[in-house]
């Protein structure tokens, strides 16, 4: 997955995990929701005043909108982007409760 796709997916998931529509965020940006749109998809690059208008938007510190790849280039390393990609949409809830989850399943397999 390439960046843009990967930055992409993050905002519409740190979105959505605000409650904000495309517009609503269109608007807190000063962006068109056509912008917002192609972000979301990977269909345009962004440079640092945008990702900064977006961060403080979704109330997140910028770094949030990336994620380096553990291991460029290894397959394996995929599902573990693909995984953080996804519970970065979660709730802080949510998230500790997949946290416990993961670690009473991960004591059963030692």
Known sequence: MDLRKRVGILVGN???????TQQRLAELTGMSPDMISRIETGG?????????KLAEALQIDPAQLFIVDPAPGRDMRRPLVELTVKLSALSDSDLAWVSDLLTSAL???R
Do not use: M, N, V, Y
């Open 14 to 20: 740190h979105r959505r995990a605000r409650g904000l």
């Open 44 to 52: 345009t690059g962004l440079r640092f005043p945008t990702i900064e």
């Open 107 to 109: 004591k059963t397999r």
